[in-house]
Structures are given as C-alpha cells and as structure tokens.
C-alpha cells in the first residue's frame, strides 16, 4: 500500500510541481508570519530569546530551501516540520494555553496548498516525536512541562488518538487536492501539446483514463479530431508556420501524395510545390487576409512520383497561439476539370468534325454584331453546303460519308483565317462568319477559296477509291448594324440555294 502510494507520488509530482513551487513560496511568508506572531507572544512571558532562538533560524532555513530546492519533498517536509516547530513556540510561549495548541490544526490545514499528504504525515510525525520524547522526560522527572498529569503512556495514547481521525482527513483531501492538480495540469500539457501540432495518438496510462474527468474529456476530444480528420475523403494536413514542417496527415493526403508526416519534409522545400516559392506567396497571401483563410484556390501540385494533380485548395492560418500552424486541404479536381471540359467540348463543339457547332456560330454572329454596334466593323457570312453528298453516303455508307465531313472540316481550319469561325451546322451543312468583311467581292473571293477547297480529290484508305467533291456556297455581307445577323444567315442561306439552282459548285451572293 504504502509502495503504491509513493509510486504514486512518483507519477504525480513533475505534474503538480507547478503548484508546489508556488506554496514554497507563499510558506516562506507565512513562517515569517509566525516569526512575527512569536516575537508579538514575547512580551507576554518574556520569551524573546526563545522567540529569535528558533523562530529565526526555522524561517530562514525555510526561506533558503524554498530558493535553492523550490518544489523539492525536502523543503516541503522542512516547511510541515517548521509549522510544528512554530505551534509548539506559540504553546511555550503562551505557557501551554489549551487555546494555542489550535494553532497546530489550523496550520497543518494550511499545509494543504502543497497538495501533498507527506506534508500532513510529516507534520503528525513531528507532533507525536515531540509528546513521547518530552512526555516521556517529563514522566521521568526531567523539569518539562508536556502533559498535566502522570499517567504518560495513557495520556500519549489518547494524544495519538484523538489526532489521527483529523490528520487522516486532512491527508485524505491531500492526496484528492493532488490528483485535482494533476488533473489540471495535465489537461494543460496536453491543450499545450495539441497546439504545437503533435495530433499523434497517445498512449495514456490506462490506470488513468475514467478518474480524471478533464483529461478524459481533453483525450476523447482529441482522439475525435483524428479520426474526423482520418476519415475526411479529401487529403488534409497540418503545417507549422515556422519551419513549414508537416505535423499531421491523413489517409487522403497519402493517397494523393504519398508524403508522409514521418518523412519530416518541409513542406516549403517539398516538391509539392511546382513553382519555386509558391508555397511562400501562399502563406504571404493568409497573412495578408483578415479571416485567416484562403478558400476554392486552383493550383497544380506534384505528387511524390512528379505527377502533376489540379488541386482545389482551402488553406486556414491559425495564428492566435504560438506555434502558428496551417490546415491544408487539398482535392484533386483532375477527373472534374477533365469532364468539365469534355462537356464544354460538347456543348460548343460538333462531335463528328470537331468544329464550332450552332451554338458557336450564334456566339460568333453576335460577337460580330456587336463589333458592327460598337465600332462599324462589317462583317460576313458564308452558308457551305456539299454537292451530292447523299450519293457518296448511299453508294459508300455512312462511315465514308463520316470521313468526307471530317476531312472536310480540317481542310476548312486550315482555309480560315485565325478570326474567322468556321461552324458545322448539321448534315453537309457548314457556316462561316468572316470578322471585318464588308467587301462583298472579298467575302465571295474567300467563299471561293473554300469552295476550290473542297475539291481536291479525297482517297479512301479502306477502298483505294477517291472522290471527286464539290461545294456550293451563299454569301452574305453585313454593313448595317440594323441588320439581324439570323437574317444575314438567311440572306446567305438564299444565296446558296441559288448557287446549287444555277449548276453547284459555284458561290453566289444574296
Ligand atoms: N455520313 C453522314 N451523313 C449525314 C450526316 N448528317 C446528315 N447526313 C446525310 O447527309 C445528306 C444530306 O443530304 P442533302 O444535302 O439533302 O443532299 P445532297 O445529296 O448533298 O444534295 P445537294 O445538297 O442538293 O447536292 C443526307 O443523306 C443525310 O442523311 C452525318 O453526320 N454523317
């Protein structure tokens, strides 16, 4: 029991230590309190010699203990004893009045800040020595005055037990005050260790865990955040601020990355990072905000195998307590962006030819419009539409006609000018807008152009044949911006049927 107990202690005392230096401190003025009510006492029996002759050198000991071994057992088992020493001074001095042997009591209370029962123990051990040995003097005629009668072993054993239910209270409370101490400034050590950044899991005494109510509480806390952040499907990590030191990962930052927290890489120096000092301008950029945090930010990171990944990321600075730390959290958007541009892709863009398709045409005929409102810039259009395309469909099937489009839409690209959109509209069907085409002799010279184009002769790598092909063309000049650019579509549109009324393969202007 008694081993357990200092094993105990052992556990106990670098936690509670902080409490204890501070009662050294504070026994120290309280001996030099009693030193003072010694010296007050004096008078009384004139007792100055006894007063000085141990009230001085009890508190300076005191005093010089609690400087060199401040928090130390000794100078806290000094100060038990030194209180004793001061209660038995004030009995003498008052000469042995009942009344002042409550001074023992009350000071053995005071003993309590140092949060320790050795103290309390200490104290008692101190009151007993003191009863046997001079008692036991007294009984064998030595001229002290300890007990006001002869019977001395009787009187002593009451001494012993009227003292011990109280002393054992008080030791009791002791060892509670203890453990409340502990409690506190374990909680405090481990808030403390949580800021710096050590997330890792701990590996708590189990004795512990159900009787201190506030590490319990920290500790579970704790053990959540981990598994919230284990658990979280996107990659998260907490930096410190100052070395840029990764001090907690998860799974999801594995998997991303492959870094790891054990690699002790700095994530400033990473390879994280493509761009050298992005990492810098980021933590620049948190500084420089209010709220600390930085939210949806597209950015390229490296993996540990030199991958590139489009991240989206949230950065948060927490700089209210030293060490400062950032939570990362990275998502790969990689899969996002790529079907975000497939369905632009789709959404502007003819899936056979991969041209503009009607959508983009529209976009270009207004953008054209309002460059006409705007600045008087004209515009044209062109309406492209292949001659006898049905035959070669019939004839060949609809994968060579797939193929006649297709080829005719690069030879299309390559015919336009970079300004210019060329667009599939449907079937054999296409559409060109011509920026800064007022001239109807030059919109016809650049249809023609797309119309010799599309005459070269194109060879069948599956058959060996080759196709003649031919293309009839209607053209429209807009000058007014009264004009709505549908019905230059439209003009063009008539002009084309004219052209393929008048023989194919010939361009005419509506
Ligand atoms: N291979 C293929 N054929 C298509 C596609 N879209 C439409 N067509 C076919 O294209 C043909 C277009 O016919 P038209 O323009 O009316 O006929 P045409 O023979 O070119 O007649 P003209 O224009 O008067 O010379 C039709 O047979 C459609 O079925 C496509 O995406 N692929």
């Known amino acids: 029991m008694i081993r357990r107990l200092l094993a105990a202690e052992a556990a106990f005392d670098p936690f509670v230590r902080p409490y204890r230096e501070r009662a050294d401190r504070i026994m120290v003025r309280m001996s030099l309190f009693l030193l003072l009510v010694c010296l007050a006492l004096a008078p009384l029996r004139g007792t100055y010699l006894s007063a000085l002759a141990i009230g001085l050198p009890t508190a300076l000991l005191g005093a010089w203990l609690a400087r060199q071994h401040n928090g130390a057992l000794i100078t806290r088992l000094f100060m038990a004893s030194g209180f004793m020493v001061f209660t038995a001074l004030i009995i003498h001095q008052t000469g042995g009045d009942i009344e002042a042997h409550f001074s023992a009591f009350g000071l053995i209370g005071v003993l309590l800040y140092y949060r320790d029962w050795r103290t309390i123990v200490m104290a008692t051990v101190v009151i007993y020595l003191h009863h046997l040995l001079l008692g036991y003097a007294q009984w064998r005629g030595s001229p002290i005055y300890v007990f006001d009668n002869t019977h001395f072993w009787a009187t002593f054993a009451i001494h012993v037990l009227y003292f011990l239910p109280f002393v054992g209270m008080m030791s009791y409370l002791a060892i509670w005050l203890r453990r409340e101490g502990y409690d506190d400034q ?131 600075l927490h700089d209210d307590v030293a060490p400062s730390m950032i939570i990362l959290v990275a998502e790969d958007v990689t899969l996002h962006q790529e079907a975000e541009r497939a369905m632009t892709r789709l959404a502007y863009n003819d899936v056979l030819t991969d041209l503009p398709n009607r959508v983009s045409l529209h976009a270009a005929l207004a953008q054209a419009s309002e460059a006409l409102q705007q600045h008087g810039t004209p515009y044209a259009v062109i309406m492209l539409d292949l001659d006898g395309f049905k035959p070669i469909n019939d004839r060949h099937g609809h994968d060579v006609g ?109």
């Open 186 to 316: 374990h909680v405090i050590a481990l808030a403390q260790q949580i800021i710096r950044g050590d997330l890792t899991q701990d590996a708590s005494a189990p004795g512990e865990r159900g009787q201190m109510p506030l590490i319990d509480a920290v500790l579970t806390m704790k053990t959540r955040l981990l598994n919230l952040i284990k658990v979280l499907p996107v990659a998260t990590a907490v930096v410190r601020l100052q070395d840029s030191q990764l001090v907690a990962t998860n799974d999801a930052w594995h998997r991303l990355f492959g870094l790891r927290v054990d690699t002790g890489q700095s994530l400033g120096e990473a390879s994280l990072w493509p761009q050298p000092g992005q990492w810098q301008a980021l933590v620049q950029q948190l500084q420089a905000r209010q709220d600390r945090s930085i939210r949806d930010l597209l950015a390229t990171l490296r993996n540990s195998d030199g991958g590139l990944i489009a991240c989206k990321l949230a950065l948060t």
């Open 402 to 510: 797939d193929e006649v489009l297709r080829t005719l839409g690069a030879r299309f690209s390559h015919v336009k000018r970079p300004s210019d959109v060329v667009a599939r509209l449907g079937g054999d069907e296409f559409a060109v807008v011509l920026h800064d085409c007022g001239d109807p002799q030059v919109a016809q010279q650049v249809a023609q152009r797309f119309v010799d184009a599309s005459q070269s002769d194109l060879h069948l790598a599956a058959t060996g044949q080759t196709l003649q092909l031919s293309l009839s063309a209607g053209v429209a000049t807009v000058t007014s911006s009264q004009e709505d650019p549908l019905a230059a579509l439209k003009r063009a549109d008539v002009a084309l049927y004219r052209a393929k009324a008048e023989g194919k393969c010939c361009v005419r202007l509506g």
